[in-house]
C-alpha cells in the first residue's frame, strides 16, 4: 500500500503545508476493486489481497462473531469503514465493538463514526504494508481510544496483541501458533491459534 494521487480538494495543514485528503475526497475515486484509506489526511491505495490473507481474515472474523453471537455483547464485521475524522477514515481486516458503543457508532452508511473495542489487521507483504499497519494504524488506533490492537502474521502464524495501558496501546504479547488467543475484552472467549494459521 502506497500513497498515491493528488487529492481533488486542496486542503493544506499550515505546520506541514502539504495537500490532505478528506473522507469527501474518497468519494470522488474509482470503483475499481482497490481499497482506499485515509491516515492523518495520506492516501493509501490497496488492491486485492493474498488468498492466505483473506483465509486469515475470515477465520478471526468466524471465532469473534460466532463467539459475540451466543453471548450478545455485541457486533463483529470484516472489512467495514471506521471514520475517525475527516483525515481519518480506514478500513481495519476485522473490528468487534460492544453493543452500547454500536448503537451510538454507527450511521446511516453503515460506518462506525469512531473507535471500535478492538481492531484487527492482517500483515499484507511489503515493507510500506507492514509499516502502515505495525505503525501508521497503531499509532491511529491508541490515539483514537481503540482498547485492543491485533497484528496477525499468517507467513510467521503469530498474532501480535496490543492493549490500552495508561491511554496508549502498547504490545501486551506475542503468540505463536501453538498458543491460545483470549482477551479480557471478550468474556470467555478463546481461539486456537493453530486453527486460524491451518
Not at 19 to 35: I, K, M, V
Not at 143 to 154: F, H, K
Request: some cysteine; overall charge negative; aromatic content about 8%.
Amino acid at each position: 500500500m502506497t500513497p498515491a494521487i493528488a487529492p481533488p480538494n486542496i486542503s493544506t495543514d499550515a505546520t506541514e503545508d502539504k495537500l490532505l485528503w478528506t473522507s469527501a475526497d474518497l468519494e470522488l475515486l474509482p470503483d475499481n476493486g482497490n481499497r482506499y484509506e485515509i491516515i492523518n489526511g495520506e492516501l493509501f491505495v490497496t488492491r486485492a489481497p493474498h488468498w492466505k490473507h483473506q483465509t486469515t481474515c475470515g477465520r478471526l472474523f468466524t471465532a469473534l462473531d460466532v463467539w459475540s453471537i451466543a453471548t450478545k455483547l455485541g457486533e463483529t464485521a470484516m472489512g467495514a469503514g471506521v471514520i475517525f475524522g475527516d483525515k481519518d477514515d480506514v478500513i481495519p481486516d476485522v473490528v468487534w465493538v460492544n453493543k452500547e458503543k454500536y448503537e451510538t457508532l454507527i450511521d446511516n452508511s453503515g460506518h462506525l463514526l469512531g473507535a471500535p473495542d478492538l481492531a484487527i489487521e492482517v500483515l499484507s507483504a511489503g515493507t510500506e504494508n507492514e509499516r502502515r499497519d505495525r505503525e501508521v494504524k497503531l499509532k491511529l488506533y491508541s490515539s483514537q481510544g481503540v482498547l485492543e490492537y491485533w497484528i496477525a502474521d499468517w507467513r510467521n502464524k503469530q498474532v501480535q496483541v496490543y492493549r490500552r495501558e495508561n491511554g496508549i496501546l502498547k504490545l501486551a504479547m506475542t503468540l505463536f501458533v501453538s498458543d491460545i488467543l483470549t482477551s479480557p475484552l471478550l468474556p470467555d472467549f478463546s481461539c486456537l491459534l493453530s486453527q486460524i494459521f491451518e
